[in-house]
């Protein structure tokens, strides 16, 4: 089974990276998106600023990292 | 509480609920398609698919068994012309949009 992109959820039930995705247009949150795919098939695209869950569902149970990703550029 | 949420669910929500997103993701698999990343491009299809017509709608569209279809779109699918044709063809309706290609020089 291939890593899962996964939103964090804060106590107060809120994604800060949803929250984040909502503030950008059309064509920059399609190409997040293209992104955080091309992240569940291995590759490593630190290319925003927000953040994010890489869950890795190989492991036993659901092993979940919290990223921060940088701008870069 | 659940700790984490699919990204997927977000998407399918913008999808739904904002047109020029929905455009701008099939345009991103048409590129996709077309520059050498096919198993990104289905993907993409998987997610417009979902938040749009839906597989069992799809599946009755073009004539093709919904498990069929979940398969051909999934990272080790590999849907044939015909069925990708047909794919393309069923969420650009359900869009309402059209595509229009252009080479151009590297």
Redesign the interface.
Known sequence: MSDQVRELLHPDGKSHFADWFATLDAMAAAKVRVATIRMEQGAICPMWSGSAVLVNTRLTGVRVIESIWQRTG | ???????KE??AA?VQG?P??A???L??AVT?FFNGEP??AK??LR?LVNATVGFESLAKDIHKPAKSLHRMLS?AGNPTMSNISAIFAAIKRALHVEIRTSVVMA
């Open positions: 509480m659940a700790l984490t949420r699919d990204f977000t998407v913008r904002d020029a997103f455009q701008a993701l345009d991103e996709l198993d990104t993907l993409i997610d990272k």
